[in-house]
T-cell receptor
Framework: DAKTTQPTSMDCAEGRAANLPCNHS???????VYWYRQIHSQGPQYIIH???NNETNEMASLIITEDRKSSTLILPHATLRDTAVYYC?????????FGAGTRLTVKP | DSGVTQTPKHLITATGQRVTLRCSPR?????VYWYQQSLDQGLQFLIQ???????AKGNILERFSAQQFPDLHSELNLSSLELGDSALYFC??????????????FGPGTRLTVL
């Protein structure tokens, strides 16, 4: 039973911002939203996480709606190396439940 | 490079056999997690250890077991292997025990093929 819903795939032009949406309408008050990505069959790479406030780091920005029912991961200037599967995860106890994610393809 | 190392990178074995996968966490990280990624199941959490103690269990089969040693490295033991155990096995480590606010750093994985 997935707690998040993401589009199956998205395209983005190189140099443009990539905005990846995620719905998590049943999120609980103490559950964080995490984003990871996986390039080919490499180990998933941590991107960012947040609880209520918007967050920014050197990789991306995370925008969480006020009701916390959805969020958007923003890659401000996508490059070809950002092509990957992006996972939006709501923490459930001690494990992270990875869904199918969004396959982002950055095109030249 | 996440700082998490896993050996071996590839492992090919036969049904019924037993294998051991090894993971060294990032320096200073006390928590180790194991995940399995197969084509039809996606990425699934198996088990977590913190400072040598089992902390949480996910979808880990009884044929599988793990441990974390005093030097914090961890081993995942898979026995009575079946064709369906063929998968990528990832180890991750994290710096804190707090479960909700705790990023995990993944290793490069071990690809297991059971013939």
């Amino acid at each position: 039973d997935a707690k998040t819903t993401q589009p199956t795939s998205m395209d983005c032009a190189e140099g443009r911002a990539a905005n990846l949406p995620c719905n998590h309408s049943t999120i609980s008050g103490n559950e964080y939203v995490y984003w990871y990505r996986q390039i080919h069959s490499q180990g998933p790479q941590y991107i960012i996480h947040g609880l209520k406030n918007n967050e920014t780091n050197e990789m991306a920005s995370l925008i969480i709606t006020e009701d916390r029912k959805s969020s958007t991961l923003i890659l401000p200037h996508a490059t070809l190396r950002d092509t990957a599967v992006y996972y939006c995860i709501v923490r459930v106890n001690n494990d992270m439940r990875f869904g199918a994610g969004t396959r982002l393809t950055v095109k030249p | 490079d996440s700082g998490v190392t896993q050996t071996p990178k590839h492992l090919i074995t036969a049904t019924g056999q037993r294998v051991t996968l090894r993971c060294s966490p990032r320096s200073g990280d006390l928590s180790v997690y194991w995940y399995q990624q197969s084509l039809d199941q996606g990425l699934q959490f198996l088990i977590q250890y913190y400072n040598g103690e089992e902390r949480a269990k996910g979808n880990i089969l009884e044929r599988f077991s793990a441990q974390q040693f005093p030097d914090l490295h961890s081993e995942l033991n898979l026995s009575s292997l079946e064709l369906g155990d063929s998968a990528l096995y990832f180890c991750a480590s994290s710096p804190r025990l707090e479960e909700w606010n705790n990023e995990q750093f993944f290793g490069p994985g071990t690809r297991l093929t059971v013939l």
